[in-house]
């Protein structure tokens, strides 16, 4: 399975747009991207997920390289309930196959 | 729609007992996953149905771990004689398409 690299840790201030960071140099044409995110103390929330487009939604925007070895998850404007680890996730949808490898993770703090 | 519904919530067992958990998915959704969380760790798949068809096993799952979903609705996992190391979050997942919405998840203590 194509791995994804994140950081550890960002720390953004409330109300300033985030960009998380996931690097996927080993994607396949298939795979998808998905990004989770996990607030403390709950399940997995999915967020967005794309394949070769920018995609928008509701909660945030994804940005995908040209050459898709990279991506980003931006929030456009931080509020203290965006504190959570975010998860970028390849996803590959042919046969059978449809579980989630998760990664550990860039842990994003908020400051008011 | 309630969302994944798993119960208990919490579970403190003592090493060498068997425990079961259960999986209520969103309704019209034919894929459940379940998955297991240690502190600091991202979740690791375990299993996966499509309605009452096993079709995937992570090779996590060891032979003291059984999951069913017997009539393609709500789901059980069975851990028997517990070990210390089974101390976990086990998480369940339902979808119909692409995304998966997740359960509140059962924390295992085995003592």
């Known amino acids: 399975d194509a791995k994804t690299t994140q950081p550890n840790s960002m720390e953004s201030n409330e109300e300033e747009p985030v960009h998380l960071p996931c690097n996927h140099s080993t994607i396949s044409g298939t795979d998808y991207i998905h990004w989770y995110r996990q607030l403390p103390s709950q399940g997995p929330e999915y967020v967005i997920h794309g394949l070769t487009s920018n995609v928008n939604n509701r909660m945030a925007s994804l940005a995908i390289a040209e050459d898709r070895k990279s991506s980003t998850l931006i929030l456009h404007r931080a509020t203290l309930r965006d504190a959570a680890v975010y998860y970028c996730i390849l996803r590959f949808y042919g046969g059978s196959q449809g579980n989630l490898i998760f990664g550990k993770g860039t842990k994003l703090s908020v400051k008011p | 729609d309630t969302g994944v519904s798993q119960d208990p919530r919490h579970k403190i067992t003592k090493r060498g007992q068997n425990v079961t958990f259960r999986c209520d998915p969103i309704?019209?959704?034919?894929?459940l996953y379940w998955y297991r969380q240690t502190l600091g760790q991202g979740p690791e798949f375990l299993t996966y149905f499509q309605n009452e068809a096993q079709l995937e096993k992570s090779r996590l799952l060891s032979d003291r771990f059984s999951a069913e979903r017997p009539k393609g609705s709500f789901s059980t996992l069975e851990i028997q004689r517990t070990e210390q190391g089974d101390s976990a979050m086990y998480l369940c997942?339902?979808?119909?398409?692409?995304?998966?919405?997740f359960g509140p998840g059962t924390r295992l203590t085995v003592t």
């Open positions: 997942a339902s979808s119909e398409k692409y995304e998966q919405y």
């Open positions: 309704s019209e959704h034919n894929r």
